[in-house]
């Protein structure tokens, strides 16, 4: 619906300056949205006023013009008004919203679906923790987000690929394993003065336990690097398997998890500064290899590789973009927690000059979760001993009500995730509340078939009886459904699927609870089957983008 009035207005704007009413213009775009106040339309258009400082005419001048040359060719306008400083409102005919259930009878398990991406490749790399311990909920809230962005853009067209980046190289991979040669020592009986810089959580203790279990005690006369290097493969690997199987669970299944290690194969990270150096984008001050970010907005130029000779993680990030676009990818996005914010700059820096457009990045910044437990800081084991883990919250709220929540507000705001809520059976929690609607519909049609009453088709059904103000506003809400998807995959925003569902799921039950959806009435009990039906496939598909369930009864 949105996109036939985009098309009606652009036509409009063509004829107007084809008329000479309008000069010639730039607009990048036409923004088009549901008023806040119903009253005032279906939708409404600000064209008017956004050509009116360019084109130098009164805005609402500009709105009447327009409003002349609409060619309602598909008769879907019932009136246009022009209100305020020059809004544009388009006030749609009853019958054709009524008439758009067809398409998602039609489409059922697709609606929602478009060809907006095209087949364009695009990456998502999101919660990429190091290999040195369990995931806590800071790394669940990125996980979910990225992996429903993934989703939205799938649903929109695109060809993805989730990523994981795994950090296997560097100085917090070795003091990872000297956590565990140190709790492994201890294990066996020795008094140990444990660093500050190691890994204190009782999954070290675990580690070195299934070691001493596994192979008993021949690391004692090891040499102390030998023995660092081999504690350090087997912790990675054990707590690799050990996040995987946590995101599994969680509903995160990866395409590529990708080594940092595969970055310094055959000087790869050397080569790429080299060949950086002689564009002119790296030099040196005779001891450390500098990044000229500044030429590119960074407030100061960065660090590449230091005086020791080792490469910085920003010298090892430009490799591994650099990698993402040789592999294919025209749009990479990024998902960082927010203490990353100041890393923004120079990675958009190391973009460009590697020859990039700076828009082919898209970096989200996830903000922090704040647990709660009734209203107050929760208290949790902390197995982990400094976070609470991601295992812990799965094992007391359950994957749906996990993602659903950390999805309730935008990524850059901070979240309060109330333990208690999110395992209530009762409208207070947001997951139930729109899970029941899909219930409760399930419920009904069972009813309906169990007395004997046949699902009805499309073609035999008036819909014309979907007089009652919430059967309007249900069916307009429906049609705007894949508008809904779409916007929150161009912006990158999944908050947005939930906020629809808890309001679709709010009018719906709203609904329910003042009109019976079976009667006596046999041609209006049809119609209001077939609307719950369609109302029962958007909630679905809904769900499906989050990664929660449907439960067909509670």
């Known amino acids: 619906m949105k996109n036939v009035i985009i098309n009606m207005l652009e036509k409009a704007l063509k004829v107007s300056v084809q008329k000479g009413q309008l000069s010639e213009f730039s607009l990048p775009y036409l923004e088009l949205e549901p008023p806040a106040n119903p009253e005032h339309?279906?939708?409404?258009?600000?064209?008017a006023m956004i050509l009116a400082a360019q084109i130098k005419q009164n805005p609402r001048k500009i709105a009447q013009i327009i409003q002349e040359n609409i060619s309602d060719t598909e008769n879907i306008v019932e009136k246009i008004q022009i209100?305020?400083?020059g809004f544009i409102n388009f006030f749609i005919k009853d019958d054709v919203w009524k008439r758009t259930l067809k398409k998602i009878n039609e489409q059922n398990g697709k609606y929602g679906e478009t060809d907006y991406g095209a087949g364009r490749r695009v990456q998502v790399e999101f919660v990429s923790a190091n290999p040195t311990g369990p995931l806590h909920i800071g790394h669940a809230r990125g996980a979910v987000v990225g992996d429903v962005i993934s989703n939205l853009l799938k649903t929109s067209g695109y060809k993805v690929a989730k990523e994981y980046y795994i950090n296997d190289a560097g100085n917090q991979m070795n003091n990872l394993g000297k956590s565990v040669l140190l709790r492994y020592r201890e294990l066996l009986g020795e008094k140990i003065d444990f660093p500050e810089s190691c890994y204190r959580g009782e999954y070290i203790k675990d580690i070195a336990g299934k070691i001493i279990k596994d192979e008993g005690e021949k690391y004692l006369n090891t040499d102390e690097l030998s023995a660092i290097n081999y504690f350090t493969s087997i912790a990675g690997r054990v707590i690799l398997e050990e996040i995987k199987a946590d995101l599994k669970d969680f509903g995160v299944v990866f395409d590529e998890y990708f080594s940092e290690k595969e970055l310094y194969k055959n000087d790869g990270v050397t080569k790429l500064l080299d060949k950086l150096q002689k564009k002119g984008f790296v030099y040196s001050d005779g001891e450390t290899l500098w990044f000229k970010t500044t030429d590119f907005g960074d407030e100061k130029d960065r660090v590449v590789v230091r005086k020791n000779g080792e490469p910085t993680y920003f010298a090892a990030d430009i490799a591994y973009h650099q990698n993402k676009f040789d592999r294919g990818f025209e749009t990479v996005i990024d998902i960082w927690g927010a203490d990353h914010h100041g890393y923004m700059p120079r990675m958009r820096a190391g973009i460009q000059a590697l020859g990039?457009?700076?828009?082919?990045?898209?970096?989200?910044?996830?903000?922090?979760v704040?647990?709660?437990r009734g209203g107050v800081p929760a208290a949790m084991s902390t197995r982990s001993g400094e976070f609470v883990t991601l295992r812990e919250v799965l094992d007391e709220v359950g994957r749906d009500a996990a993602r659903y929540n950390f999805l309730m507000r935008r990524s850059d705001s901070h979240l309060d995730f109330d333990l208690e809520v999110a395992k209530k059976q009762s409208n207070e929690n947001p997951v139930y509340y729109v899970q029941y609607a899909h219930a409760r519909i399930c419920s009904i049609l069972k009813m309906a078939q169990e007395r004997g009453i046949d699902m009805p088709a499309y073609i035999d059904t008036d819909l014309s009886l979907l007089n009652e103000?919430?059967?309007k506003?249900?069916?307009k809400m429906l049609v705007r459904y894949p508008e809904t998807v779409h916007g929150a995959?161009?912006?990158l925003e999944p908050h947005r699927i939930p906020f629809y569902l808890n309001e679709l799921a709010g009018v719906f039950h709203s609904y329910y609870n003042k009109n019976k959806v079976i009667s006596e009435d046999n041609r209006l009990t049809a119609a209001r089957l077939f609307l719950i039906m369609m109302i029962r496939i958007v909630l679905e598909n809904a769900l499906d983008i989050l990664?929660?369930?449907?439960?067909?009864k509670m």
């Open 356 to 368: 990039h457009n700076k828009e082919s990045l898209k970096i989200i910044l996830v903000q922090l």
């Open 489 to 491: 995959a161009k912006s």
């Open 473 to 475: 506003s249900l069916i």
């Open 469 to 471: 103000p919430e059967e």
């Open 547 to 552: 990664g929660v369930s449907a439960p067909q």
């Open 83 to 85: 209100a305020g400083p």
């Open 41 to 47: 339309g279906d939708y409404a258009a600000n064209t």
């Open 370 to 372: 704040n647990l709660l």
